[in-house]
């Protein structure tokens, strides 16, 4: 009973989400969903997240319907600092439209980035650092379920980036081109039994006519090292274009640097009505070396080597002395 306990209680520290550090053993993913973590891949590991995704639109009033598929994408790299993180993300999209109005449809193509955007996230405060009471306690398996008032505190990290868009790109309003600046804040809590709130406040391409701000709210719940589900609402407001989009999904560690998910995207309006399946894959190439820590061990050493030489010398020194007396 012991044996199972104990090992429980390890798989609950594995799949707690980077509870100590910002690398871990395992993968960290922002897949599935859209949202950010607060936390880094790690320092010295590079990160590739990848979904091709089908997408289904409807335009009641307008009479229009949208049918393709896309992929998003991310590059993350972890940089100098276990706080920072470089990445390159964007979504690409292929597509046919059709208009309905006319007596006979009309139908046009479309494919381009619907963004394409670099930038840099840092972790500026990390409750769980250096925290030894949120380590599992191997002696009681409920302690380690139990809910802790300090997990209501989040970890918090900042964005930065840039957006570039191709000029008369069919998928952006009109006039809207080139460079254009973006922030986020992105927050994070790890609550007990394997549950993970992240929520991300965005805004987007400031400066433009259709600057948007956008939030996305993400639960996953692990039930194991392997499998995860997760519920997302995203919310999206500019002049040009708002919604509310709802996801759900999972994911599968098929081993500790490549994991496999799925979702579906819906909403409930019809201006218009959007579906989307998306499957999609994450893999780490792990660079990663821990840091050595000076714990005062070599300093210690040194006085003890010292001392060693001194109690050496003395005893010497007392050896020649007796050796002169004698003669």
Do not use: C
């Not at 950010?36 to 639109?57: D, H, M, W």
């Not at 060693?308 to 020649?320: G, L, P, Q, T, V």
């Amino acid at each position: 009973m012991k044996l199972i306990k104990t090992t429980l209680l390890l798989l609950m520290a594995l799949t707690s989400h980077h509870a100590f550090s910002q690398y871990t053993e395992v993968i960290n993913s922002n897949r599935p969903g859209v949202s950010r973590s607060a936390f880094s891949v790690g320092t010295n590991v590079l990160q590739f997240e990848v979904g091709p995704y089908i997408i289904k639109e409807k335009h009641t009033p307008l009479k229009y319907e949208v049918s393709g598929f896309g992929a998003d994408f991310s590059a993350r790299y972890g940089l100098l600092l276990e706080e920072l993180e470089i990445n390159i993300e964007g979504i690409y999209q292929n597509d046919k439209i059709t208009d309905n109005r006319g007596f006979v449809p009309l139908e046009g193509k479309r494919s381009n980035f619907k963004n394409f955007a670099i930038g840099a996230k840092y972790l500026v405060y990390d409750p769980y650092k250096n925290a030894e009471d949120e380590k599992p306690n191997l002696y009681s398996y409920h302690a380690n379920r139990s809910f802790k008032l300090k997990s209501l505190i989040p970890a918090v990290a900042i964005y930065a980036g840039a957006n570039f868009d191709s000029k008369d790109n069919s998928f952006l309003p009109p006039g809207i081109e080139g460079f254009s600046p973006k922030i986020m804040i992105a927050t994070q809590n790890n609550f007990a039994g394997g549950w993970v709130f992240v929520m991300n406040l965005i805004k987007d391409r400031i400066g433009t006519d259709y600057s948007d701000f956008q939030y996305i709210l993400t639960l996953t719940h692990s039930f194991n090292p392997q499998w995860v589900i997760f519920a997302e609402t995203q919310g999206i407001k500019s002049d040009y274009y708002a919604d509310n989009l709802f996801r759900f999904g999972g994911a599968y560690l098929w081993t500790k640097d490549f994991q496999l998910d799925t979702a579906v995207t819906l909403n409930t309006k019809d201006t218009p009505s959007v579906f989307s399946l998306n499957l999609g894959a994450s893999y780490r190439f792990d660079f990663h070396k821990d840091k050595e820590i000076d714990n005062g061990n070599s300093a210690n050493d040194g006085k003890k080597k010292s001392k060693k030489k001194k109690r050496k010398k003395k005893k010497k020194d007392e050896i020649d002395f007796d050796d002169d007396g004698s003669l």
